[in-house]
């Protein structure tokens, strides 16, 4: 059972609570127990992973010293202020809100009750993504001219109430899977200035854009070109990578470095609800940012994403949907003036 | 069929030679450029007799090939016009749409063949995908992502990088061949332009954008990017790359059109390089052109083609200067 230490409770019961808990045992942590409204899959998880099923949010807020938050995004502001206002540490899954007005109210609700928010930017953790991070701040590449980031999947599919795809719980694709790639974007390049997108809906989804092409001008000048997508054939998880700095290059790509390649005869393996990119490393990127999260509650580290990154990535989503409906680029407050102008 | 070759200054004039020379019955028997020096160097180098000026090469030619500085060439292409011969003229057509009108309108009313040289038409990875989104296998295209990204070509040629000679910098080196692939590809015109570019790469030694992306709309609705970065570090196994990505309501397809090489690796610098083994495109490219200007018949990559692609890099300039959408007029799409 488990280990000493700071007890995390997981509210919700899904996929991604499913992988936090998953980490939390990995990593010997206290996993204190579930609270979901699916009460069907509670006994289910508190099976696999252990810990208690809670009657209610309440009940498990009373019994943790932190609360996780794996539920559905339009349902993080209120668990979270809610939370704070019991005094309680928050780890709360990304987007950190649905709106950046939502994630000003936490930090601010947060701030005031004395507790961390940390918000769950896991790609800042995935091995290729640090390690392009860190060559960046060494300085290996020169300042970063161009980032190009691609983040391609087919899209969640669950057989039943499929939050992700009704775009006033999850924000649709552009909140839920290009948010990482916003916040690595800035982590890379620094604040953005702009955003201007492109997209198109599948048939029948109006307005919920499945694919989009963003460009970000960050204030330092430098340019981001993302894409993402709900709309690549099945099987599909991509993600790719390329920074492209004054004096060096660095370029990832999942589908060249996955190191082991498996071909069946029949049909193959079964898709899950939510496909995930695979990264077979000794430590799944969700432990390593869990652990790190612990330990920054336990006052060991500095946060490396912080509540503030989590509501400007947000702010970023917030941009490039306006220019989706407006087809315009659009400016970010505060972000500053548009720099020199080059070129002929 | 004698060719003259007008202006040395882009770098394919190189290659076009060796292309021109392996085309069946084909005698290049002058070259000209406004840098006497430079043309009797070339000359020398390739066995080129050399001309005084670009008129006395046209003398008893049936086809002229420009590879002159971009903002040289609506002269050059006038002459050819009106000394009517068949012209081949480098891309980007020209440093304005106005010149690049005058070249397509100096041809058509000479009536001689005007042919863009827009290689990726010939490339067989290139044309194999045009052949399936033509057969419809991928559904209806709805966006695309294009790169075509380079080292800095001031490493070959100093003009590319000079916005009076080249019109521009990457945007305007880089922008075209992907602009017209995409319109080859979906059989559709560009409407609307937005373009970033910054000069964070070699900020000290060139004035111009060194790297810039445009996100170019089309009649249709399909959006596509084109990356026309001059991102390559000089130890790049090649001079960069160009590479597209098209994503239908069927389906996906990419494409590399360079990926056909084997991988060295030697003992000293440079360490790594990429020996390409597929088809020179180039050289399906001039037969085309050669065939053109025997036939007196339009080559099957036109001036228009040109001067759509042109229109394309010149409103990314016009964008990235004012932050704003740039819209391509349909009169101008005519």
Redesign the interface.
């Known amino acids: 059972m488990a280990a000493e230490g700071l007890r995390v409770g997981i509210v919700g019961a899904g996929f991604m609570a499913q992988v936090h808990a998953e980490s939390l045992v990995a990593m010997d942590a206290c996993l204190a127990g579930f609270a979901s409204r699916a009460e069907d899959v509670l006994d289910d998880v508190t099976a696999r992973f252990g810990g208690r099923a809670y009657g209610s949010f309440d009940e498990l807020v009373g019994d943790v010293d932190v609360v996780d938050v794996c539920a559905p995004t339009h349902l993080h502001h209120d668990l979270v202020l809610a939370a704070a206002a019991a005094g309680r540490h928050v780890i709360c899954e990304k987007p950190l809100a649905r709106t950046p007005e939502q994630a000003r109210q936490m930090i601010a609700a947060c701030e005031r009750a004395g507790v961390h928010l940390l918000v769950a930017h896991v790609v800042r953790f995935f091995p290729e993504y640090a390690a392009a991070r860190a060559a960046v701040a060494a300085g290996e590449l ?5 980032v ?1 980031l ?1 983040r391609l999947t087919s899209g969640p599919r669950k057989a039943q109430d499929n939050w992700f795809v009704e775009e006033e719980k999850s924000g649709g694709m552009v909140l839920d899977l290009m948010v990482h790639d916003f916040d690595y974007a800035r982590w890379v390049a620094g604040d953005v200035a ?1 955003a ?1 997108a ?3 809906a599948a048939p029948g989804e109006a307005g919920l854009a499945r ?1 989009v ?1 963003a ?1 970000l ?1 960050h204030a ?4 981001s ?1 993302i ?1 993402g ?1 709900w ?3 099945l099987p599909t998880f991509l993600t790719r990578g390329e920074i ?6 660095l370029s990832w790509d999942s589908t060249e470095t996955a190191p082991v390649r498996t071909a069946l005869a029949g049909d193959g393996a079964a898709v899950g609800e939510v496909l995930l990119p695979e990264s077979p490393v000794r430590e799944s990127p969700y432990t390593t940012q869990l652990r790190h999260f612990l330990r920054v509650l336990e006052g060991g580290e500095t946060p490396i994403v912080t509540a503030a990154d989590g509501l400007a990535a947000l702010e970023v989503a917030e941009a490039v949907a306006e220019s989706l409906r407006t ?3 659009v400016e970010l407050a505060g972000a500053g003036a ?2 020199a ?4 | 069929m004698r060719v003259a070759l007008l202006g040395i200054a882009h770098v394919h004039a190189d290659a076009y030679i060796v292309n021109l020379r392996a085309a069946a019955g084909v005698e290049v028997t002058a070259v000209a450029d406004h840098d006497a020096e430079a043309a009797r160097r070339w000359g020398a180098a390739h066995d080129v007799p050399v001309a005084a000026t670009a008129a006395e090469a046209l003398a008893g030619a049936d086809a002229a090939v420009i590879c002159a500085e971009t903002a040289r060439h609506r002269e050059l292409v006038e002459l050819a016009a009106d000394a009517g011969v068949a012209v081949l003229c480098e891309k980007p057509l020209a440093t304005s749409v106005e010149e690049a009108e005058t070249i397509v309108a100096a041809c058509r009313t000479a009536g001689v063949p005007l042919m863009t040289a827009f290689p990726m038409r010939f490339s067989p990875p290139m044309q194999a995908v045009a052949e399936m989104v033509r057969a419809g296998r991928l559904g209806r295209i ?2 695309c ?1 294009g ?1 075509n ?1 380079s080292e800095l070509p001031t490493r070959h040629r100093a003009w590319f990088a000079d ?2 000679l080249a ?3 990457a ?2 080196d880089h922008i075209v061949h992907i602009a017209d692939a995409l319109r080859w590809f979906l059989g559709e015109e560009p409407v609307e332009v ?1 373009a ?8 000290e030694a060139v004035r ?6 445009a ?1 170019v ?1 089309f009649t249709g ?1 399909t ?1 596509a ?1 084109i ?1 026309a ?1 001059w ?3 000089a130890t ?1 196994p090649r001079w960069g790359g160009l590479t597209m990505e098209l ?1 239908g309501t069927d ?2 397809t990419s494409v590399d059109p360079f990926r056909q090489y084997l991988t060295g690796y030697a003992a000293e610098e440079p360490a790594t390089r990429w020996v390409a083994w597929g088809s020179d495109p180039n050289q399906a490219m001039i037969d085309e052109f050669i065939a053109a200007a025997r036939e007196a018949r339009k080559p099957s990559v036109t001036g228009e083609d040109g001067l759509r692609a042109t229109q394309v890099a010149l409103a990314a ?1 016009e964008s ?2 004012s ?3 740039v819209a391509i007029a349909p009169a101008q799409r005519s």
């Open positions: 020169g300042e970063p001219a161009v190009r691609a702009s201007y492109k997209g198109f694919h092409l460009l001008r330092s000048g430098a340019i070109h894409e997508s709309a690549y054939p492209a700095g004054a004096s060096g290059l087809g315009a680029p548009r720099p102008e080059v070129g002929a | 709805r966006a992502t790169a990204q916005p009076d019109g521009g910098g945007l305007m937005f970033l570019a910054n000069r964070i790469i070699a900020s111009v954008e060194t790297a810039g992306v996100v709309t609705g959006f990017s990356d970065s991102s390559r570090p790049y994503l389906g996906v300039g990235a200067r932050g704003r959408p």
